[in-house]
C-alpha cells in the first residue's frame, strides 16, 4: 500500500465534497451518465472516493468500488447505502489489486489515472484483473497537446500534484503501453476532459 | 436555470473575475519603477498562484472543473503579463487594471470556447472515420 498517497487522499476526504460536489458533477452528470450506462456483469470501479459518482450508475448493478483512502470510503458510505443494487467497497492500492487473474467484465475509472503515482503499473494491473475481451471505460482528464493549454498545465503540475491530480498525464498513451486497445475516445473538453473507450486484448 | 446557461453564465464570472483579481495584483505589485523584464514573470508567477487559490475553491466549487481551471489559468497568465509589462511603463490607476484584466478574460473564455470548438470537432471527427 502506497502510504503517502493514502494519507494525501485521506485528508482530501475532508473538503473533497465541498470542491468536486457541485460544479464539477453538475457539468459532467451527462457524459459520465452516458459512459456509466454501459454497465453489466462483473464491474470494478476504481477510485470511488466519496461516491460521487454512484448517482450516475445505473441501478441493479453489482459494483466492487475501490479507493486507496479508508477515509473517503467511509465518507461515501451513505451513497453507496443508497445505491439501488450492491457496491462493495474496499480500501485497496490500484498498483496491488487483490483480485485473481480474470476477475471483472468491465473496469470503469472516474478521474483517477490523474492522481494515480505509476499510471502504467496501476493500468497493468487492471488489464491482469479484465478478463480477456474485457472493457476498461475511462472518464478522465489529461494534458494537452496544444498551446497554450498544454504549458500552463506542465506548468502547474508540481503544485497540483501536492494537492491532488497531475494536470499533465498522457492517459491513453498509458492505456496503450499498458497492453490494452483503445477502441475510441471521445473528447468533452478541448482535448483535456475525454472518455476512453479501451478493451484487454483475447 | 438552464445548465448551459448556468455554466455560461459561470465561465463569464469566474473569468472576469480571475482577470479583475490579476489586474489588481499585477497594477498593486508593479509601478512605473520596474524594469518590465523581470515584472512580467514576477505578475505571471503571482497571478497563477492566485488562480489556482481562487480557482479551484472559488469558482471551480459551482462551475465545473477543468473547463474553468484552464481558461482562468490562462487569463491568469496572460492579464499578468499585459497590466505588468503596462504597469512598468507608465501609471496604471487600479480601477483600469481591473477592467482590463476582466476585459482580458472575457477574450481568455472567448479564445478557449473557439479552441474547444475546433479541436474537439477536429479529434470527434477523427475518431469516427
Same mark, same amino acid.
Given at each position: 500500500?502506497?502510504?503517502?498517497?493514502?494519507? #494525501?487522499?485521506?485528508?482530501?476526504? #475532508?473538503?473533497?465534497?465541498?470542491?468536486?460536489?457541485?460544479?464539477?458533477?453538475?457539468?459532467?452528470?451527462?457524459?459520465?451518465?452516458?459512459?456509466?450506462?454501459?454497465?453489466?456483469?462483473?464491474?470494478?470501479?476504481?477510485?470511488?472516493?466519496?461516491?460521487?459518482?454512484?448517482a450516475?450508475?445505473?441501478?441493479?448493478?453489482?459494483?466492487?468500488g475501490?479507493?486507496?483512502?479508508?477515509?473517503?470510503?467511509?465518507?461515501?458510505?451513505?451513497?453507496?447505502?443508497?445505491?439501488?443494487?450492491?457496491?462493495?467497497?474496499?480500501?485497496?492500492?490500484?498498483?496491488?489489486?487483490?483480485?485473481?487473474?480474470?476477475?471483472?467484465?468491465q473496469?470503469?475509472?472516474?478521474?483517477?489515472?490523474?492522481?494515480?503515482?505509476?499510471?502504467?503499473?496501476?493500468?497493468?494491473?487492471?488489464?491482469?484483473?479484465? #478478463?480477456?475481451?474485457?472493457?476498461?471505460?475511462?472518464?478522465?482528464?489529461?494534458?494537452?497537446?496544444?498551446?497554450?493549454?498544454?504549458?500552463?498545465?506542465?506548468?502547474?503540475t508540481?503544485?497540483?500534484? #501536492?494537492?491532488?491530480?497531475?494536470?499533465?498525464r498522457?492517459?491513453?498513451?498509458?492505456?496503450?503501453?499498458?497492453?490494452?486497445?483503445?477502441?475510441?475516445?471521445?473528447?468533452?473538453?478541448?482535448?483535456v476532459?475525454k472518455k476512453?473507450?479501451?478493451?484487454?486484448?483475447? | 436555470?438552464?445548465?448551459?446557461?448556468?455554466?455560461?453564465?459561470?465561465?463569464?464570472l469566474?473569468?472576469?473575475?480571475?482577470?479583475?483579481?490579476?489586474?489588481?495584483?499585477?497594477?498593486?505589485?508593479?509601478?512605473t519603477?520596474?524594469?518590465?523584464?523581470?515584472?512580467?514573470?514576477?505578475?505571471?508567477?503571482?497571478?497563477?498562484?492566485?488562480?489556482m487559490?481562487?480557482?479551484p475553491?472559488?469558482?471551480?466549487?459551482?462551475?465545473?472543473?477543468?473547463?474553468?481551471?484552464?481558461?482562468?489559468?490562462?487569463?491568469?497568465?496572460t492579464?499578468?503579463?499585459?497590466?505588468?509589462?503596462r504597469?512598468?511603463?507608465?501609471?496604471?490607476?487600479?480601477?483600469?487594471?481591473?477592467w482590463?484584466?476582466?476585459?482580458?478574460?472575457?477574450?481568455?473564455?472567448?479564445?478557449?470556447?473557439y479552441?474547444?470548438?475546433?479541436?474537439?470537432?477536429?479529434l470527434n471527427?477523427?475518431e469516427t472515420?
Open positions: 500500500m502506497d502510504l503517502a498517497t493514502q494519507r #494525501k487522499w485521506d485528508q482530501a476526504s #475532508k473538503t473533497f465534497d465541498f470542491m468536486s460536489g457541485l460544479g464539477p458533477e453538475r457539468r459532467w452528470a451527462p457524459q459520465k451518465r452516458d459512459l456509466f450506462s454501459g454497465m453489466s456483469g462483473k464491474v470494478l470501479f476504481v477510485a470511488l472516493g466519496t461516491g460521487l459518482d454512484i450516475f450508475f445505473p441501478p441493479g448493478q453489482e459494483i466492487v475501490l479507493d486507496i483512502s479508508p477515509r473517503m470510503l467511509e465518507c461515501a458510505a451513505p451513497r453507496i447505502a443508497a445505491y439501488p443494487g450492491r457496491i462493495e467497497a474496499r480500501a485497496m492500492d490500484v498498483h496491488d489489486l487483490d483480485y485473481p487473474d480474470a476477475t471483472f467484465d473496469i470503469y475509472t472516474s478521474c483517477t489515472f490523474c492522481s494515480v503515482p505509476d499510471p502504467v503499473g496501476g493500468l497493468r494491473q487492471l488489464r491482469r484483473v479484465l #478478463k480477456p475481451g474485457g472493457k476498461l471505460r475511462m472518464f478522465e482528464h489529461t494534458g494537452s497537446r496544444f498551446f497554450p493549454f498544454s504549458t500552463i498545465m506542465q506548468m502547474l508540481p503544485l497540483t500534484r #501536492k494537492l491532488g491530480p497531475e494536470m499533465n498522457r492517459t491513453e498513451d498509458n492505456v496503450r503501453a499498458a497492453g490494452f486497445e483503445i477502441e475510441r475516445i471521445e473528447y468533452v473538453y478541448l482535448d476532459v476512453i473507450y479501451a478493451t484487454a486484448p483475447a | 436555470m438552464n445548465d448551459r446557461l448556468y455554466f455560461l453564465g459561470g465561465d463569464i469566474s473569468n472576469a473575475g480571475t482577470g479583475v483579481l490579476a489586474g489588481l495584483v499585477s497594477a498593486a505589485i508593479v509601478d519603477g520596474w524594469h518590465a523584464v523581470l515584472a512580467v514573470p514576477l505578475c505571471v508567477v503571482a497571478c497563477l498562484l492566485l488562480s487559490v481562487v480557482g475553491f472559488v469558482f471551480m466549487r459551482y462551475f465545473g472543473a477543468m473547463e474553468v481551471v484552464v481558461p482562468n489559468l490562462l487569463t491568469a497568465a492579464t499578468a503579463a499585459v497590466v505588468g509589462a504597469a512598468a511603463m507608465v501609471p496604471y490607476p487600479a480601477l483600469q487594471a481591473a482590463h484584466g476582466a476585459i482580458i478574460g472575457l477574450a481568455v473564455l472567448a479564445f478557449t470556447r479552441c474547444d470548438y475546433l479541436i474537439r470537432n477536429a471527427r477523427a472515420r
